[in-house]
């Protein structure tokens, strides 16, 4: 119960907010040799993949809580053994990590969305899905609401997954490492489409990825401290109100809605992987 009270002390005094604009601002292109640029003074960002290099970016700030939204557009046509990655993680050999990673597929076939949260370093807490929209056609809005309570995948405000903090039960939650957004397009043939039968038919490069509108309400982690200072009023609306967020009754029904439709593998069934019993947080509600 102590740990639970410490953790609603951690309420913003100063909440950073960084608004869809200049991704300049926000990221640093960190691999690929030229392959992913920033365009139309910081409006747009793409990832290329050719049979050389993918590309990837990274944040220039490390959060340790936040409500952080990027609108993609993912790899048109046949995409079939190429992933894109766009995911939160901190450092080290008990890194926690917070993943969205799309796995391409061939031309008219659904993209698989694959998501995974890790904590001191496991991870095997993996939910994929399929969308109910061509992630092709235009952006769309992917979310990731980090609390101490819990943590909540969205898409275009819908949520998909939640993974509640069940420190209680001896379940590790990410809470103590400040991360950074982490965005990569790659080749992973030998395992992403239909585990690794299908093979990226590279005529088809370079295979390109959109980024744009990102906005991040958050804790941003600086020089061993937090933007986000301890206060004794819960925040309820407005900047900072994320911090202590849960589902209302509409988020979960579309949250059913989205597993019960287009769930395609949940950990938390799978009895064959885990024949000593399920992971102690598949038994909460």
């Known amino acids: 119960m102590a740990s639970t009270v410490s953790y ?23 691999w690929g040799d030229g392959r992913s640029k920033i365009l139309n003074h910081g409006e747009l960002l793409t990832l290329s993949l050719d049979k050389a290099s993918g590309s990837g970016f990274q944040s220039k700030n490390e959060y340790l809580f936040g409500k952080i939204d990027m609108q993609l557009k993912l790899v048109p046509g046949n995409s079939a053994g190429t992933v894109t990655a766009y995911y939160l993680s901190s450092k080290g050999s008990t890194w926690d990590e917070i993943d969205y990673e799309f796995l391409g597929n061939l031309s008219g076939d659904p993209y698989i969305l694959h998501t995974n949260v890790f904590s001191q370093g496991k991870g095997d807490r993996e939910q994929q899905f399929y969308l109910w929209f061509d992630p092709t056609a235009d952006f769309h809005t992917y979310s990731i609401m980090w609390n101490p309570q819990r943590i909540i995948f969205s898409v275009d405000g819908t949520p998909i997954r939640e993974f509640k903090n069940s420190e209680a039960i001896g379940v590790p939650f990410p809470k103590n490492q400040p991360m950074r957004i982490y965005s990569s397009l790659w080749n992973a043939d030998d395992w992403a489409t239909r585990g690794g039968l299908v093979k990226t038919d590279w005529t088809q490069a370079p295979f390109t990825a959109s980024y744009r509108n990102f906005n991040a309400e958050a804790c941003i982690w600086s020089s061993g401290a937090s933007s986000c200072a301890k206060t004794s009023s819960t925040p309820t609306s407005g900047s900072g109100s994320w911090l202590s967020q849960e589902l209302d009754a509409t988020g979960h029904q579309r949250l059913k809605w989205v597993q019960k439709n287009y769930m395609i593998y949940n950990y938390c069934t799978d009895t064959k ?13």
């Open 8 to 30: 609603m002390l951690l309420l913003p005094l100063l909440v950073m907010v960084a608004f869809a604009g200049d991704l300049n601002k926000d990221f640093d292109i960190t």
């Open 273 to 285: 992987r885990f024949p000593q019993g399920l992971p102690p947080e598949c038994n909460i509600s």
